[in-house]
């Protein structure tokens, strides 16, 4: 996952699967990526398990005379308005939240859905959490998925996927995760996208601004590690830890 200077043709063909355990996810942690790459000319696509209805839904729930499924209706639009600021498509598993659980199902689904895009990279959460336990639910989801699709033996007959590079988009409090960024992406030619979908979340307003200031401190970081001499204004940034080793024959 490079931000390139590439044009959108060199990418065309390319495709991108991102896994969110929650409807909003995929805005605050990879809205940056998910824009950076549909302008490139890959095509994205967003799985929400849940839609977070039940524990990341507070301000809707506080408006009372609400139900589930009213929660579940509004999220749903605010993921797919977020979703069509970035370019991407975007599905909903409708699994539950607080707890998210998968069944066999769910998992052979997921797998599907990665034999029908065949990703060149994923995105999806961080493999420790100790504050949102759907989080690291989704990962293992995601990455099971991934060797299933990958497996000759299932529905045999139908391309298996590759092995496309798995991301950790970064979680709310990094440190207590063990998360560890090695991937710095430059979202500062996107950031107008990535911060119109983050308005579409009004369930969560208070978060708005949070990760506005994450995104600086990743600018700021990237911006050191690319040296002085670069002619290029990082102001915005996101953050990524790999699962595989990159495979090259260049260091540089």
């Given amino acids: 996952m490079t931000n390139t200077n590439k044009g959108a043709a060199d990418s065309a063909a390319k495709s991108a699967l991102v896994v969110s355990a929650h409807s ?10 998910i824009a950076q790459h549909t302008q490139l000319g890959y095509k994205v696509h967003i799985v929400c398990l849940s839609f977070g209805e039940r524990g990341e839904s507070a301000k809707l729930w506080r408006k009372g005379e609400m139900t589930e499924e009213k929660v579940k209706a509004a999220r749903r639009e605010e993921a797919m308005a977020a979703a069509e600021i970035l370019g991407a498509s975007v599905e909903f598993f409708d ?8 069944t066999k199902d769910d998992l052979f689904r997921l797998a599907d859905v990665y034999r029908r ?4 990279f994923v995105l999806t959460h961080s493999l420790k959490d100790p504050y949102n336990y759907d989080h690291p639910m989704a990962t293992n989801l995601a990455q ?3 060797i299933i699709a990958q497996a000759e033996g299932y529905k045999p007959g139908e391309p298996i996927v590759a092995a496309p590079p798995v991301y950790c988009f970064e979680p709310h409090q990094p ?3 063990e998360w560890k960024p090695d991937v710095l992406l430059d979202i500062t030619d996107v950031w107008d996208k990535k911060y119109a979908a983050i308005q579409c979340m009004a369930g969560q307003e208070h978060l708005w601004e949070y990760y506005t200031r994450v995104a600086q401190q990743r600018g700021v970081q990237a911006k050191r590690n690319v040296g002085i001499t670069t002619s290029k204004n990082i102001v915005y940034g996101e953050g990524y830890q790999s ?3 990159r495979v090259t024959g260049e260091l540089a």
């Fill in 24 to 33: 909003a996810d995929f805005v605050w942690r990879a809205g940056g990526a």
């Fill in 95 to 102: 699994m539950g939240d607080y707890p998210l659980r998968a």
């Fill in 117 to 120: 895009i065949q990703p060149h």
């Fill in 144 to 146: 099971e998925a991934r």
């Fill in 175 to 177: 440190e207590q995760c």
């Fill in 243 to 245: 699962i595989f080793p």
